[in-house]
């Protein structure tokens, strides 16, 4: 599997974002394709995952209301929208692909395959 990210950038606060993934050769038949984000001297947190079979998705609580995570199957790729940016949004921002998982939550399951990641940062 390769992922390829790409949009981030600088935004004011309270601005919009969208992030990019580009996916290619998923060897699984059940999958889920996430966003994390990381900064520096901080735990990973995921922020959003899209199960591909049931079309079904799953946020994070920092992130509700405010992020969404569509695709675009004919191009291959897995956006991330985020809007209502804050400051704390700040980080390198990471699509992941996963192999189907028994757990309803698809940002707990182990991502196997990570792009290089993209840099968001929200001025404040």
């Known amino acids: 599997v390769q992922l390829v990210e790409s949009g981030g950038g600088l935004v004011q606060t309270g601005g919009s974002l969208r992030l990019s993934c580009v996916v290619s050769e998923v060897a699984f038949e059940d999958y889920a394709i996430a966003w994390f984000r990381q900064a520096p001297g901080k735990e990973r947190e995921g922020v959003l995952c899209f199960v591909n079979d049931a079309g079904r998705t799953y946020s994070a609580d920092s992130v509700k209301g405010r992020f969404t995570i569509f695709s675009d199957n004919a191009k291959n790729t897995v956006y991330l929208q985020m809007n209502s940016l804050k400051f704390e949004d700040t980080d390198v921002y990471y699509c992941?692909?996963?192999?189907?998982?028994?757990?309803?939550?698809?940002?707990?399951?182990?991502?196997?395959?990570w792009g290089q990641g993209t840099q968001v940062t929200v001025s404040s």
């Open positions: 992941a692909v996963a192999e189907a998982e028994v757990l309803l939550n698809c940002l707990r399951w182990e991502y196997s395959s």
